[in-house]
């Protein structure tokens, strides 16, 4: 079954340092991989998506992530973090055949200023 | 850009009570999919509509029912409520053909 891990409950950084929000996935076939952001009380916010084509993916307010098919990982990635990045992140991952999404745990980021 | 429109955001009810959310998709959006979220946790699909008729189904209780209408607006109907059903409730669309799923703000359901 499809699946994605999130290894830490929380990443601390401070403003101005990157940031790195680890996902790595385990699936068969080819994966369609996505991160989403949420802010505290509020919805999903799609951040980025690999589907196929280049590995680095650039997506909304400043983010990136690099899809590694040999480490099976799919790494969050901001070069310089902001304090209001500080919200709780997920990683998932499309299920084959009915398009639902798998989540991650999450990863709650506080950015320190 | 229009988005995922939930109502209400709020519900509090009682237990054994029955609550209803309401979900309006992105404009020419076909699937809706609802997740739950319990306190802490990562979001749980419960079910999904595809062109009215349901084309995926996850950990959904028998107690909640949902649809998808003929504006592709979608209900989510749970009866008998439990203090356990307590939770942000996510509705989210797709539009056929694309490859990302969007999510509304979520509708918090508190049962006391």
């Known amino acids: 079954a499809q699946s994605v891990a999130q290894p830490e409950d929380q990443v601390n950084v401070a403003e101005g340092n990157p940031l790195t929000v680890k996902c790595t996935y385990s699936v068969s076939g080819n994966p369609y991989l996505f991160w989403y952001v949420q802010y505290p009380n509020r919805g999903l916010q799609f951040l980025l998506k690999y589907i196929t084509g280049d590995n680095l993916v650039k997506g909304s307010y400043g983010f990136e992530a690099e899809f590694n098919k040999s480490q099976t990982s799919f790494h969050l990635k901001k070069p310089s973090a902001l304090v209001s990045d500080s919200a709780l992140y997920f990683c998932?991952?499309?299920?084959?055949?009915?398009?639902?999404?798998?989540f991650g745990k999450g990863n709650q980021v506080v950015v320190i200023p | 850009a229009a988005g995922v429109i939930q109502s209400p955001r709020h519900l509090i009810k009682e237990k054994r009570e029955t609550a209803t959310l309401k979900c309006y998709p992105i404009p020419r959006h076909d699937t809706v999919y609802w997740y739950q979220q319990g306190p802490g946790q990562d979001p749980q699909f419960l079910i999904s509509f595809y062109e009215k008729m349901q084309s995926d189904k996850g950990s959904i209780p028998d107690r909640f029912s949902a649809q998808q209408f003929s504006d592709y607006h979608s209900e989510l109907n749970m009866s008998s409520l439990e203090l356990g059903d307590s939770a942000l409730y996510f509705c989210a669309s797709r539009f056929t053909g694309g490859d990302t799923i969007y999510f509304g703000e979520g509708s918090w359901l508190t049962v006391v």
């Open positions: 998932a991952v499309r299920v084959d055949g009915n398009n639902r999404l798998a």
